[in-house]
């Protein structure tokens, strides 16, 4: 049994050096050429609009204020200027949602952001997105990529070599896990789909990435994700996209919470790890409910067609039987 492991975790720490390290170098490749783009896009914007702050910057070779949804889809975060005027507001009523209101006492007029407010009092993320968009349309036609960059209709990505901007307000603090803090964005929220009062079409999105990297950090957590982001988009990029990226590094939270001792997370326990989360998609994916992880009334597999889930299921399992029974089959993979 000890042997077999032993097999695993060469194989693993095989395709690592191979596949997932080839896969990070052409995402890094691709980040750089996006970057030049966006940043031209974005200085323009904030000439235009100082409320919008880029924190788009290179440090030692790396690219802050982007996020890697998919090695051909990419987030960048713009921040909201003077946000100190608003509470914070999470009753339940829209799952992964939030909205932000006027202090008390507070009047519109006074506010920086006094035209993307509603007579309610709510900051509007719709209204500021519009405005965005604007933006950012006008700034393409000015920039020197113009020919290469375009506007996709009807949402707020740039595209086909222009990642996803999206306005965000200022950090606050988190619940669950290791404290850290959370963003609240102005985007599409799929589970708000359909739903068409004022107060959903104005609500934020809630996104944890900060305080779930650091819960990922030590040991091998981070090689485990890259291994599970490099077998998802090799074989399971399917119809319907039932499956992403952060799909994978929801499980891993959740395995790391199922294994919280430091020395469960050893480089020799990687195919245990890898195992137990493939077995734990195959599961969410044949009960077709997967809760985020610091929202568990947010279903990330809500609007996924059934027929997607169920045929990702099936290749969940072949991938997890042939690393299984026969490490070696990684070399294929």
């Known amino acids: ?68 949804i998919s090695p051909n889809e990419f987030e960048v975060v713009l921040y909201l200027n003077q946000m100190g005027v608003f509470n ?20 519109r007029s006074m506010s920086l952001w006094v035209e993307f407010i509603t007579a ?5 993320a719709r209204k500021i997105r519009s405005r965005f968009q604007t933006l950012v349309a006008q700034a393409v036609d000015k920039c020197s990529y113009r020919d290469v960059v375009k506007m996709v209709a009807d949402t707020s990505e740039c595209s086909p070599v222009a990642p996803s901007s999206h306005p965000v307000a200022r950090p606050k603090p988190s619940g669950r896990g290791e404290g850290g803090r959370f963003n609240l964005l102005s985007k599409e929220c799929y589970s708000l789909t359909g ?23 030590g040991g091998c957590r981070k090689k485990c994700l890259s291994v599970l982001k490099t077998l998802r988009d090799r074989h399971l990029e399917l119809p319907g996209q039932p499956l992403n990226n952060y799909h994978m590094k929801t499980l891993l939270l959740y395995e790391c919470e199922k294994h919280p001792r430091e020395t469960d997370w050893d480089e020799s326990c990687l195919g245990d790890r890898l195992n137990g989360i493939l077995l734990q998609l195959i599961s969410c994916l044949q009960c077709r409910r997967c809760p985020h992880y610091f929202l568990p009334n ?15 299921a099936k290749q969940t399992w072949r991938l997890a039987r042939e690393i299984l029974t026969n490490a070696k089959s990684l070399d294929k993979l």
């Not at 060469?10 to 170098?25: A, F, H, I, S, V």
């Not at 990330?300 to 027929?307: C, D, E, I, M, T």
């Open 88 to 107: 914070f507001v999470d009753d339940g009523s829209l799952p992964g949602c939030a909205v932000l209101k006027l202090s008390d006492g507070r009047k």
């Open 1 to 68: 049994m000890i042997a077999t492991q032993a097999k695993l975790v060469y194989q693993l720490n095989k395709y690592y050096n191979e596949r997932c390290q080839t896969r990070k170098g052409a995402i890094a490749k691709t980040i750089r050429e996006v970057c030049k783009v966006v940043s031209d896009v974005l200085k323009e914007v904030e000439v235009q609009e100082p409320r919008f702050i880029s924190s788009l910057s290179e440090i030692d070779a790396r690219y802050e204020g982007m996020e890697v």
């Open 195 to 217: 739903k068409q009062s004022s107060a959903e079409s104005d609500a934020w999105v809630l996104q944890f990435s900060e305080a779930e990297n650091r819960l990922l950090m």
């Open 298 to 312: 947010l279903d990330l597999f809500q609007g996924k067609p059934h027929s997607a889930l169920e045929a990702a």
């Open 120 to 124: 309610s009092g709510y900051l509007s």
